[in-house]
């Protein structure tokens, strides 16, 4: 197992850029793409993600850990979604390694597990389907409700 630890700045930016995420869909119900990508959301995401064989974040509290894969995973759904919906951004070129990643994650839970295969699947809808469709929806409002609301619901204590 290859372990590689992500310095403190790079662990702050993270939880900066995801917390920022969920504050931006905050107004909305489900996931919405059309974000700055390589702006504001600039770092290559799926890179973050541990899978069964690399371990990234051993020395930050687990809270943090948590926060940094599920977001991170919300990150990669939402740039995946931004692609589909044909704003192109810096996924576009990474869709197979992002894939190959997220396929290799271990599930934590069950709720874990439903958030690695709705990124799984909109990211297979990105490299073979180009195309928007109720299934798309679907999956955003999940994602949403099960990460963004939820994250508020239980860090803030605000009942979204």
């Known amino acids: 197992m290859r372990r590689e630890e992500v310095d403190h700045t ?12 969920y504050h931006e869909f905050a107004d909305y119900r489900s996931i ?10 600039s770092l290559p995401y799926w890179e973050f993600l541990e899978t069964s064989d690399y371990v990234v974040f051993e020395s930050i509290p ?19 979604a931004d692609y589909l919906e044909g704003q192109g951004g810096q996924i576009g070129d990474n869709l197979l ?33 180009r195309r928007v469709d ?9 994602v949403y409700n099960e990460c963004v609301r ?3 619901s239980e860090r803030a204590g605000l009942n979204v």
Do not use: N
């Open 62 to 80: 687990s809270e943090d850990a948590a926060l940094i894969r599920e977001g991170c995973l919300v990150m990669t759904f939402t740039m995946a």
């Open 97 to 129: 390694i992002c894939r190959t990643l997220v396929e290799r994650m271990i599930p934590v839970d069950e709720r874990d597990d439903k958030l690695i295969d709705a990124v799984k699947r909109i990211l297979q809808m990105a490299e073979t389907e």
């Open 134 to 142: 109720a299934e798309l929806h679907e999956l955003s409002f999940w």
């Open 150 to 152: 939820r994250y508020f």
């Open 32 to 41: 919405m793409p059309d974000l700055d990508f390589g702006g504001i959301y």
């Open 10 to 21: 790079t662990v702050a930016r993270l939880i900066r850029d995801i917390c920022y995420l």
